[in-house]
């Protein structure tokens, strides 16, 4: 049974940092695209960073580059999301999900598995 598990979330002020971590099991995501979502509410879904597993192609989102850093460990089967200075507008729920596809990274419906997110609340 495949399961992402995403875990770090929590409440924090402005400008404060958190990692998130997306533990996958029941498959091996390599050659996979792993990616972070996030979702508002009362807002689409928004890619945030994207890793291609098998050779680091990374993408972000224009609204965390430079903020947010997506990595991987291979030997824990882990994708982490590193979130610093950050914004109240990166308040949301934040989800892990996989791709085998070469379809646009930030579109949901290109995505096989995802998890069941981790809250993030960013205040002023």
């Known amino acids: 049974q495949v399961q992402l598990v995403e875990s770090g979330g929590g409440s924090v002020q402005a400008g404060g940092s958190l990692r998130l971590s997306c533990v996958v099991s029941?498959?091996?995501?390599?050659?996979?695209?792993m990616t972070w979502f996030r979702q508002a509410p009362g807002k689409e879904s928004e890619g945030v960073a994207t890793?291609?597993?098998?050779?680091?192609?990374?993408y972000y989102a224009d609204s965390v580059k430079g903020r947010f850093t997506i990595s991987q460990d291979d030997a824990k089967n882990t994708v982490y999301l590193q979130m610093n200075s950050l914004k109240p507008e990166d308040t949301g729920m934040y989800y892990c999900?996989?791709?085998?596809?070469?379809?646009?990274?930030?579109?949901?419906?290109?995505?096989?598995?995802w998890g069941r997110g981790t809250q993030v609340t960013v205040s002023s």
């Open positions: 999900a996989a791709r085998d596809n070469l379809g646009l990274w930030h579109m949901p419906a290109n995505y096989k598995y």
């Open positions: 029941g498959y091996t995501y390599r050659r996979d695209y």
């Open positions: 890793i291609y597993t098998d050779g680091g192609l990374i």
